[in-house]
């Protein structure tokens, strides 16, 4: 299947990160390659760009569709949280910009085979790594009522979560679940009819959760994100992250504000007493988002925010 995803908030990314054509940039996210082939494009031979993805599908298509960019170009099948030893196996010492766009591509989501679709037949995977230990049919299978239910609260915010986590149980002691579709139809069957259909597809927010759970997608995203700006990002150095869903938003905007703060006092306190130091601006107060021409050629761009830092 060929690898179809549009980019989101290209032009805003490509602007947010001021790319120098010497520069060392990191992509977090490959993906199909979309935002890494501009920043590759804006780079001379002198310049060099980094490129993760736990998805060796994601590798392999945009390596091609980078080929004949000049600029030095380092893939890593990993999680970016290992940023670190990526750019000491190197001899990276800083970066001059750092790109996030965090979750699935749509070619993850269209492609059946691979399990993140509630509308097309697969098998329950979700897991970007094919080299994954954990995948959506451990968790459905094996997970017990009480973890699926916190899961599908906290993850989907999904506030039939304990119903959907019973009928899961009750369905899975008959017979093992092991399609996208199977899962989805007992979602729908969990959930109040006039509910069924008010919030998008009933099964909308509870695959959102499993694949998160799968992927420990929240996992240490905060850590990561300081981690990248303190130890990656020299002075002047940008980052740029573009979230889908609350969730994740909360977790940047958090971080970002706690590195943009000039004092962590509990506010009851009358005088700073923690001595802490803003280590970054904020670009913009609040998150871009898209315009409403990108939401209306690439509906799956409505839920992004894209925030933006400089390292001071
Ligand atoms: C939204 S897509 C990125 C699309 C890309 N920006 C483009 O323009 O084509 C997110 C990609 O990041 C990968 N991904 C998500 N979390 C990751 C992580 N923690 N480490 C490495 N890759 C990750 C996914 O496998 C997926 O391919």
Redesign the pocket.
């Known amino acids: 299947m060929e690898f179809n ?4 908030m ?1 032009d805003e990314c490509i602007e947010a990160l001021n790319i120098k054509s010497d520069g060392v940039y990191m ?10 082939s501009e920043i590759a494009s804006r780079l001379n031979k002198n310049g060099t760009l980094i490129m ?4 060796n599908d ?1 590798l392999s298509s ?1 390596s091609e569709r980078l080929h004949n960019f000049e600029c030095k170009k380092i893939f890593a099948h ?4 290992n940023f670190l030893s990526t750019m000491e196996e190197n001899d990276i010492t800083s970066l001059d910009g750092i ?1 996030l ?8 989501i269209d492609n059946a085979e691979r399990g993140f679709s509630y509308i097309t037949d697969g098998p329950l995977n979700m897991a ?2 094919e080299h994954a230990k954990l995948n959506a049919e451990i968790v459905v299978n094996e997970y017990s009522e009480d973890a699926l239910e916190r899961i599908f609260r906290e993850y989907g915010e999904e506030r039939f979560a304990g119903r959907i986590a019973n009928a899961i149980v009750y369905a899975r002691k008959s017979k093992k679940l092991h399609s996208t579709l199977e899962l989805a139809e007992i979602i729908a069957s969990a959930v109040p009819a006039k509910a069924r259909y008010s919030g998008g597809h009933p099964a909308k927010r509870v695959f959102q959760a499993i694949r998160i759970e799968v ?3 929240l996992d240490g ?1 905060r850590e ?1 994100i300081l981690s990248m700006v303190r130890n990656g990002l020299h002075s002047g150095g940008r980052m740029a992250v ?1 979230t ?1 869903h609350s969730l994740e938003d909360r977790i940047v905007k958090d971080a970002f504000n706690l590195l943009a703060s000039d004092c962590i006092c509990d506010k009851k306190l009358p005088v700073c007493v923690c001595h802490h130091k803003a280590e970054v601006r904020l670009i913009n107060k609040k998150p871009l988002l898209p315009t409403a021409t990108e939401i209306k050629s690439n509906p799956r761009s409505h839920s992004a925010k894209l925030r933006v830092l400089e390292k001071l």
Not at 27 to 36: E, Y
């Open positions: 995803h549009v980019s989101v290209l992509d977090g996210t490959l993906g199909g390659g979309g935002h890494s993760f993805d736990l998805d994601a945009a990993d999680n970016f949280k790109l766009d965090l979750g699935v591509s749509s070619y993850q970007m790594d992927n420990g997608e995203l990561s573009i889908f």
